[in-house]
């Protein structure tokens, strides 16, 4: 029996996609990763190793913020799993968020999600993790901009293309 377009909608829009959610937070934490590392060492006159040392400070303590803001495997990878452990909470948070909002209004609240993150982050979280207060600056704001843009983007798109598959499934 073919659905209608209302049916459809009502599918679609009953619950979030989780597992959209979950890689949508691993596809925008890999662009704001990359942009963000690239912004600080190209615009920002600091390390390419400078954000990952600040991340992995969150469960290392600052004992590993730079100087020397160079390559370190271990602090690499423990920069690795708290960025994308939160990336994928945000996933999930925005899913929720936006999960019946057209792609427009989406990639609106998106944006708004990143610039809340950014407040969270940076002026909030700095009464834990007062060394975030030094990256303050447009490159994070933008950084964190572009995640909640790409986070609601991959999101949307991830879950349409689930929501088709279960319908021709």
Partial sequence: MARTSAETYIERGSHPHWMPAV????IAGVVFLIVEMALVATIGGGSLWGPPRMIAAIILGEGVLPPPATFDFGIVMAALVVH???SIILGLVLAFLIFRLDLTWALAVGV??????YLVNFYISTAAFPWFAMARNGITIFAHLLFGFVLAWSYKALARRESNHHIEA
Avoid: D, P, Q
């Avoid at 890689?23 to 691993?26: E, N, P, Q």
């Fill in 112 to 117: 708004g999600f990143g610039l809340a993150v």
């Fill in 23 to 26: 890689w949508g937070g691993l």
């Fill in 84 to 86: 994308f452990a939160l």
